[in-house]
């Protein structure tokens, strides 16, 4: 498997409260993604990042913020967690560009009460 | 931006009959089709992917086919195992990777 952790892998909180998802590989690829999986929608790509302080929006990305300072390390922050955030969200990470194959991490589940 | 729809949602087959899961999309730049794979509780893994260029790929017992003209392409699994058992997406894209909604296959013994 490719070198990519996520963290926290479980995570339940309030409404209200702000977020972060850490995403962390060792595979020095320049593109990484985060995607939100929830059922009867598939895989819906959040944001993602093309180089470092280089990121885009995709096609839900309301309600969250991403960051990448290092090479390794992309972040997910919801700066005001929704109900409507409780997902499964997978970060991946790509040496192939946007077109190229995704290795994604193991997922962390988010609970918003 | 692009639109991917995937079909069936779920399909129950018996173990060594073949299946097959359509996809269509709406964008003709989309030039980049993989297929994922996806087993209960773990993350997706790519199986297979074809590009805009070859109209047919096969790999072992999967294949994928791409009609460009019609704006759909397929996946096909021949001779399933129970173990090929779990949740498909197809995808496509240009720029960026869109995802249908998912097909559940059963493969039962």
Redesign the interface.
Known sequence: DAGITQSPRHKVTETGTPVTLRCHQTENHRYMYWYRQDPGHGLRLIHYSYGVKDTDKGEVSDGYSVSRSKTEDFLLTLESATSSQTSVYFCAISSGGNTGELFFGEGSRLTVL | ?ENVE?HPSTLSVQEGDSAVIKCTYSDSAS??F?W?KQELG?????II?IRSNVGEKKDQRIAVTLNKTAKHFSLHITETQPEDSAVY?C?A??????????TRLLVSP
């Not at chain 2, 894209?93 to 998912?102: A, D, H, N, R, S």
């Open positions: 931006g995937q030039n980049y993989p994922y773990k993350r997706p893994q790519l992917d997406f995808a894209g240009f720029q960026k990777l869109v995802f249908g909604t998912g």
